[in-house]
């Protein structure tokens, strides 16, 4: 405890010294309701909001652990996780992320612990690699709409019709369309990248949105604030769970499943190798996956399953993995391309022309 | 007495059990051994695959040298699903464009002119198997060989391998099994046989010595043949015996019952003369009995001895002249002229001294007894092949129509019965346990003669024995 408060102190410093090896963590304490006789660091690439209910619900079942969630950006847990790694020690029990090229890239470089159970057993084979990192969500990408800044007509359910509609009404969009910034968003550059894999419109799409002057966000939360503001009409591969939490609050927005294919990820979870005794991180790795922790963390948060119905109002199929749409992203050794410098280089390269191409217009 | 040895069955299993178990050993070794050549084969086209799907992926863009690693590698290289995933390429200059700066390939230059350069290598001290392969960079300004390197951790080839070498094991294992059980079974049959003779000995009754007949394979043949031998020998060994008993049973009772007569007699008589003469007659039949218990004895140890098959060497003229001298007793009562005559000074027989002598000496008795008036000669004379022994006498002889009769044991020469006449049958015996011939000879210039022939042991042969040649 005393060192970890001795490391806020010194990231603290850090900070204020403007050092850029030190890696910004938002440190939030659940402590445990029936005394507390170990803990959990949790360091996670998440919103806190999303892995409360869940965090509640596990210390209900074990009352006697505290959970120190530490949440970050992507990018920033990555950096941690593998610094972490290379040293040898590390002070995470469990790392936690929707960049699942980054956890595949930390199993890789055989930072993570191998561990099976009942529960990891049952986690369909795309969502795990090696017994070492477990995808517990089911989570697509989709489109959300202002329902008052779109009119019905203009609803896009495929990525053509958005072309399309783009197209059709340029000025009526432009500026209303809003997405990731890949080159700060992991997740908006793993769905980016899995786009160009799987359809030849991404181009066109990346094209059509330089020229409508889209608006880009680091984050999930900032593209549905946008929205429900209505400074933009239109949201493209957003986050399906965050966008129904937004929806579930109060904001104007729908949301839609597109109809020819659907990109869907699992937030996945890992923990690092090299802890001794890692019984409290199997044990929460384990409720995760476990009925009970699907069940909550799909009411609560994440609103999405495979074959559960979608939740109300939600435009699509009647659930994801029916009419044969359903593309998850598959935890494995293929996400590896995804970490490729060279190819992320060009990748983002290319991204950065198409989008200033349309502001040199 | 029979010693228990060790189960011929468990012998037989063991060695074979150890045969087995020694080639299951080396069978698996070199299942597990080609399983990972299998397994690394297999696996080693995949990494080849990635590896030059990456090079081919190198290109020059506005003089600059780029790469962009096709998703298809990276999908080739998760079929090893468990695998995890290192790699490099390096430009002609020797920088690296992309992937694990800290990747080294053992490959060199000239061995990638080959083609791609396979080999186990480790990476960050985990094992892993490397591929390096190299693509000509076209542009004239950075004209070179750039290199791809695709490492991969075993796991899948492990596993591959493993799995390739257990299902091996198990066919070599359900081989062995199988070998045993048929080994187990042929043991069984191969000595079932012998549990036939045991059933067919044990079965009879103890006096049954007739030659086995049960049917037996060619291997177990010879040993039945041996019983069969042996029971033959020894059912001519009892019958031998019986035949014996019963006529020396026979034989003693008559005179020893005129003996317990004459005795009687004696111990009613009061009469001194009479008394005198029945006493010389009791003595008479005693002496008469004593000699033929002699000749019964003597007759079984001949059976006996012709069973012997062990013959020595004998110098029948030495055996002769011994014998003749020990049988003529002190007095005859009445004169004979007794005489020796050897043609040769040594003849060798093979043959056994006991029985010969008690042959001869019988020979010679009954020649004193029942035949020489006045003359007894023995004589012993050779020729290239045979040794023989005449006993010549000048009394009456032995009739022609007699001669068959007499060579029987208990048949007399003398119809009056006097004396049993075993001596001659003793005789016969013994000569033809010495495959020698027993004949005798009508009235000649000289007498009647009974003639022993045996067969010379050095006939024939130039190589004479060694003692023969002393000085």
């Known amino acids: ?361 | 007495m029979i010693a228990r040895g060790q189960s011929l069955f468990r012998r037989l299993s063991l060695i074979i059990a150890t045969v087995l178990l020694l080639g299951a050993i080396i069978l698996t070794t070199a299942a597990w051994y080609y399983a990972r050549v299998a397994a690394d084969d297999a696996y080693d086209r995949l990494l080849v695959g990635a590896a030059l799907q990456i090079a081919d992926a190198i290109s020059v863009q506005d003089g600059k040298i780029g790469v962009e690693p096709p998703v298809s590698a990276f999908e080739t290289l998760a079929l090893a699903r468990n695998d995890r995933i290192f790699y490099q390429v390096r430009d002609p200059s020797g920088a690296v464009l992309t992937g694990n700066d800290d990747l080294r390939s053992t490959a060199t230059p000239s061995s990638l002119s080959q083609g791609p350069v396979v080999a186990d290598g480790r990476y960050r001290q985990i094992p892993v198997r490397m591929v390096t392969v190299r693509r000509l960079v076209p542009e004239p300004a950075a004209q070179g060989w750039a290199t791809v390197t695709v490492a991969q951790t075993r796991e899948a080839r492990s596993a591959l391998a493993e799995d390739l070498t257990a299902k091996a094991s198990l066919l070599v294992l359900a081989m062995c099994g199988l070998a045993l059980i048929a080994m187990m079974i042929a043991v069984r049959q191969a000595l079932a046989p012998l549990r036939v003779i045991d059933r067919a000995l044990r079965s009879r009754e103890p006096k049954d010595l007739t030659p086995l007949d049960v049917e037996v394979p060619r291997e177990i043949f010879v040993l039945v043949t041996s019983i069969n031998h042996f029971m033959e020998r020894l059912s001519r060994r009892i019958g031998l015996m019986n035949r014996f008993i019963g006529d020396a049973a026979h034989q003693i009772r008559t005179p020893l019952t005129a003996l317990i007569a004459q005795v009687d007699l004696l111990s009613t008589e009061t009469n001194p003369t009479r008394q005198e003469r029945q006493l010389a007659r009791v003595q008479e039949r005693a002496t008469e009995l004593a000699r033929l218990t002699n000749q019964l004895l003597s007759h079984a140890m001949v059976i006996h001895r012709a069973e012997i098959d062990q013959f020595e060497p004998v110098d029948l003229v030495g055996l002769a002249r011994r014998t003749l001298s020990e049988a003529v007793p002190l007095s005859l009562g009445r004169p004979v002229e007794i005489s020796f005559e050897a043609k040769v000074e040594q003849v060798l027989i093979e043959g056994d001294v006991v029985s010969l002598r008690e042959a001869l000496a019988n020979i010679i008795h009954n020649a004193l007894k029942h035949g020489a008036r006045s003359r007894l000669t023995v004589r012993v004379s050779a020729d290239a092949e045979r040794a023989s022994v005449e006993v010549i006498d000048d009394g009456p002889g032995i009739p022609v129509a007699n001669w068959n009769r007499v060579r029987e044991p208990f048949q007399s020469g003398d119809p009056a019965g006097t004396g049993s006449g075993l001596g001659l049958s003793i005789a016969v015996d013994v000569v033809r346990a010495h495959e020698g011939e027993l004949r005798f000879r009508e009235h000649s210039g000289e007498g009647f003669a009974v003639v022993l022939t045996f067969r010379r042991l050095d006939a024939g042969s130039h190589a004479s024995p060694p003692f023969l040649q002393e000085p």
């Not at chain 1, 779109?150 to 000025?171: F, H, N, S």
């Not at chain 1, 980016?192 to 799409?205: E, F, M, N």
């Not at chain 1, 965050?242 to 579930?248: E, M, N, P």
């Not at chain 1, 280089?345 to 200033?356: N, V």
């Open chain 1, 1 to 361: 405890m005393l060192l970890r408060l001795i490391g806020a102190v010194l990231s603290c410093c850090g900070l204020l010294a403007g050092l850029p090896a030190v890696l910004a963590a938002e440190v939030t304490r659940f402590p445990a309701p029936g005394g507390e006789q170990s803990v959990i660091a949790i360091h996670a690439a998440t919103d806190l909001a999303a892995m409360k209910p869940l965090i509640q619900d596990f210390q209900a079942l074990i009352p006697t652990v505290s959970i120190e969630y530490n949440e970050y950006v992507t990018n920033d847990l990555f950096a941690a996780a593998q610094k972490a790694c290379a040293a040898g020690e590390s002070p995470m029990d469990i790392v936690l992320s929707s960049s699942v090229d980054q956890l595949v890239a930390l199993v890789n470089q055989g930072c993570a612990l191998s561990f099976r159970s009942p529960q990891t057993a049952q986690t369909p084979s795309w969502a795990k690699w090696r017994d070492e990192i477990f995808g517990f969500t089911i989570e697509p990408a989709v489109i959300v709409f202002n329902r008052t800044l779109v009119p019905p007509e203009d609803i896009p359910r495929t990525r053509g019709e958005l072309l399309d509609l783009l197209r059709a009404k340029p000025d009526r969009y432009d500026g209303k369309i809003g997405s990731y910034d890949i080159t700060e968003s992991g997740i908006g550059y793993l769905f980016a990248s899995y786009d160009a894999r799987t359809s030849s419109t991404y181009g066109r799409l990346l094209e059509a949105f330089g020229r409508a002057h889209a608006v880009v966000h680091c984050c999930t939360s900032d593209v549905l604030a946008d929205l429900a503001a209505g400074r933009i009409a239109l949201g493209y591969n957003l986050l399906g769970s965050y966008a129904y939490g937004a929806l579930r609050a109060g904001a104007p927005i729908g949301i839609v499943i597109p109809r020819d294919y659907n990109l869907v990820l699992s937030r996945a979870v890992l923990i690092p190798a090299g802890r001794h005794r890692p019984v409290g991180a199997l044990r929460f790795v384990d409720y995760l996956l476990s009925e009970r922790g699907q069940r909550v963390g799909r009411e609560a948060s994440f609103f999405f399953g495979a074959e559960t119905p979608l939740p109300p109002e939600v435009d699509g199929p009647m659930t994801l993995s029916m009419g044969g749409t359903f593309n998850p992203i598959t935890i494995g050794p293929e996400l590896l391309v995804v970490q490729d410098r060279a190819r992320r280089a060009r990748f983002l390269e290319e991204w950065r022309r198409s989008m200033r191409g349309a502001d040199g217009q």
